[in-house]
């Protein structure tokens, strides 16, 4: 998502594979993806927030939480990253305006 709008959405049988093709879509299509969000189903573990942090993504977001060692990770490379993502809220564990 950039802008409030979603550039590119996909399923795979795994949430790795996922993220990469959606980091590779971007790549692809020239676009700029330090303004971008990374959206993901599940829960988030290190080596998601690194292919984030790689990619140039300042914002890992997804519906379950992520790992301690992630967070760590992310606040190491000023990753914002959010987790437990709902209608009515969410909980952002790393970034300028985090809590948790």
């Not at 399923?11 to 790549?27: F, S």
């Not at 000023?78 to 993502?85: A, E, P, S, Y």
Request: some cysteine; aromatic content about 8%.
């Amino acid at each position: 998502m950039a802008d409030g709008v979603i550039l590119f959405r996909c399923e795979d049988i795994g949430r790795h594979n996922a993220l990469d093709k959606a980091i590779g879509y971007g790549i692809r299509n020239g676009l700029d993806l330090k303004n971008a969000v990374l959206f993901t189903s599940g829960w988030i573990p290190t080596d998601m927030v690194m292919k984030t942090v790689l990619a140039g993504i300042p914002v890992l977001a997804g519906r379950s939480v992520p790992t301690k060692e992630a967070v760590e990770l992310a606040r190491k490379y000023r990753l914002t990253l959010i987790g437990k993502m709902k209608e009515r809220g969410m909980v952002c564990y790393t970034g300028q305006n985090s809590f948790t």
